[in-house]
T-cell receptor
Framework: DVKVTQSSRYLVKRTGEKVFLECVQD?????MFWYRQDPGLGLRLIYF???????EKGDIPEGYSVSREKKERFSLILESASTNQTSMYLC?????????FGSGTRLTVV | ELKVEQNPLFLSMQEGKNYTIYCNYS?????LYWYRQDPGKSLESLFV?????AVKQEGRLMASLDTKARLSTLHITAAVHDLSATYFC????????????FGSGTQLTVLP
């Protein structure tokens, strides 16, 4: 089974901090995604990557950036965290049969 | 722009009853997914529907796809408490990366 690992389950950060959320997959998949999940809004796509060093904006990229230096790792960066970025963040990896999601990082910005 | 609408958003049902969750999407897509999410947990894949008329069943859940109507349904038969969760449908967007667009989710509570 594909495994998608998000390094932190819970994070509390201060407003203005630079925040790194890490995601690692173990199956050499090319496509990886970052979503945020908020009540009543479902999951919304922040950024995705289809290969090393390749990235594209999703639907809500403002305030975020990403990095993919190695195929297995896709990082989400909050350049200057704000309280409206308090959310659940889910990473996903795509394979032929569908997607595998990580366990999520619940980020609170205070 | 692809939009996915799911209804109802909230559903309380008694054990033993049947109900259907609906998922409409706005543009052509060749894959539709159903996921389950328990509180505080990640998404668990339930079904992947690939073609018009596709029907898949697992236990008390059955999913179907009508690509002409751009409609998928998730039917729950004789609900039990263990089915309480949030259910999402999601649709592949066209393009090489095929990122998913999600519905808002249906929070299902099965009451004894």
């Amino acid at each position: 089974d594909v495994k998608v690992t998000q390094s932190s389950r819970y994070l509390v950060k201060r407003t203005g901090e630079k925040v790194f959320l890490e995601c690692v997959q173990d199956m050499d998949h090319e496509n990886m995604f970052w979503y945020r999940q908020d009540p009543g809004l479902g999951l919304r796509l922040i950024y995705f990557s289809y290969d090393v060093k390749m990235k594209e904006k999703g639907d809500i990229p403002e305030g975020y950036s990403v990095s993919r230096e190695k195929k297995e790792r896709f990082s989400l960066i909050l350049e200057s965290a704000s309280t409206n970025q308090t959310s659940m963040y889910l990473c996903a990896s795509r394979f032929r049969g569908g997607y595998t999601f990580g366990s999520g990082t619940r980020l609170t910005v205070v | 722009e692809l939009k996915v609408e799911q209804n109802p958003l909230f559903l309380s049902m008694q054990e033993g009853k049947n109900y259907t969750i609906y998922c409409n999407y706005s543009t052509t897509s060749d894959r539709l997914y159903w996921y389950r999410q328990d509180p505080g947990k990640s998404l668990e894949s339930l079904f992947v529907l690939l073609s018009n008329g596709a029907v898949k069943q697992e236990g008390r859940l059955m999913a179907s796809l009508d690509t002409k109507a751009r409609l998928s349904t998730l039917h729950i038969t004789a609900a039990v408490h263990d089915l309480s969760a949030t259910y999402f449908c999601a649709v592949d967007r066209p393009g090489s990366a095929r990122q998913l667009t999600f519905g808002s989710g249906t929070q299902l509570t099965v009451l004894p």
